[in-house]
T-cell receptor
Framework: GESVGLHLPTLSVQEGDNSIINCAYS??????FIWYKQESGKGPQFIID?????DKRQGQRVTVLLNKTVKHLSLQIAATQPGDSAVYFC??????????????????FGQGTILTVHP | NAGVTQTPKFRVLKTGQSMTLLCAQD?????MYWYRQDPGMGLRLIHY???????AKGEVPDGYNVSRLKKQNFLLGLESAAPSQTSVYFC????????????FGPGTRLTVT
């Protein structure tokens, strides 16, 4: 079946460095790609999304890059801080059947990457 | 606003026991979801609800039942718990059906022995 997977399960960086978290997806019928952050003991929290017809989207200290040719998604965090330590999930949403989707609206989550920021 | 709350936070059950997990949201969201989170498998949708009185099956519904008698509450029931249901359960809500911006509760860690 379709799946969203992550290349690396863990990532350790020094405070102040930039972090890049990668994600591979397989569903060509996804209309949105989303990143969630999950801090220890808490539920996932929406960070940022990117529509499938875009290549790049920037937020506050975060940038999402989408490469549809190789079905790859990345989350870049600038000047990583200890508070960024968490598990990061990518997810994709299946598009409407009229647009080629098979499970309209369904979110498929990746397995997660653990980001650890060392002071 | 409390957002999405879940009770209980932790629970240990013996095989065959039953229990109900309660989810409540104060954001007036129409749509609510129950997910389970297992190591290395991400979040998987169990059941969801598009409004008061309506529920539907998600990706992994077997062994679970749900009810949405009030708009703000979404209950997840396990009639006869099995060790395979050991997991962390998350409730979420959103303005729109399968909105990619979902608001999650803090989770319930369930262990079935």
């Amino acid at each position: 079946g379709e799946s969203v997977g992550l290349h690396l399960p863990t990532l350790s960086v020094q405070e102040g460095d930039n972090s890049i978290i990668n994600c591979a997806y397989s569903n060509s019928a996804s209309d949105y790609f989303i990143w969630y952050k999950q801090e220890s003991g808490k539920g996932p929290q929406f960070i940022i999304d990117i529509r499938s017809n875009m290549d790049k989207r920037q937020g506050q200290r975060v940038t999402v890059l989408l490469n549809k040719t190789v079905k790859h998604l990345s989350l870049q965090i600038a000047a990583t801080q200890p508070g960024d330590s968490a598990v990061y999930f990518c997810a994709d949403r299946d598009r409407h059947p009229h647009a080629g989707g098979t499970s309209y609206g369904k979110l498929t989550f990746g397995q997660g990457t653990i980001l650890t920021v060392h002071p | 606003n409390a957002g999405v709350t879940q009770t209980p936070k932790f629970r240990v059950l013996k095989t065959g026991q039953s229990m109900t997990l309660l989810c409540a949201q104060d954001m007036n969201h129409e749509y609510m979801y129950w997910y389970r989170q297992d190591p290395g498998m991400g979040l998987r949708l169990i059941h969801y609800s598009v409004g008061e009185g309506t529920t539907a099956k998600g990706e992994v519904p077997d062994g679970y039942n749900v009810s949405r008698l009030k708009k703000q509450n979404f209950l997840l029931g396990l009639e006869s718990a099995a060790p395979s249901q050991t997991s962390v359960y998350f409730c979420a809500s959103s303005y729109a059906r399968f909105s990619y911006e979902q608001y999650f509760g803090p989770g319930t860690r369930l262990t079935v022995t």
